[in-house]
């Protein structure tokens, strides 16, 4: 099923619960569907951020986002050790 699909049968099946509700079933699918969808935006995300750099303006150096991101919460750690 590709996700155009998968979005198609979220949208149908919210409509369902909304007009006469869904049953056991229905609700299990809609979850598994619902969480595939969530998955696969963040993996999307994931990719997206895995391609970018910060620009250090004063020495030109590119650093990706993750690592910047681990660097940055490491900082932050050291700081409250210190106060």
Do not use: P, W
């Not at 619902?34 to 030109?60: F, M, P, W």
């Amino acid at each position: 099923m590709t996700m155009d699909e998968k979005i198609a049968r979220i949208n149908a099946l919210a409509h369902k619960a909304k007009a006469e509700g869904l049953t056991d079933e229905e609700k299990e699918e809609q979850a598994c569907l619902r969480r595939d969808y969530i998955d696969s935006v963040k993996a999307n995300l994931r990719s997206q951020l895995n391609t970018l750099y910060v620009l250090d303006e004063k020495t030109g150096k590119k650093t990706k986002i993750v690592d910047f991101e681990r660097e940055r919460a490491a900082r932050a750690g050291k700081k409250k050790e210190k106060n």
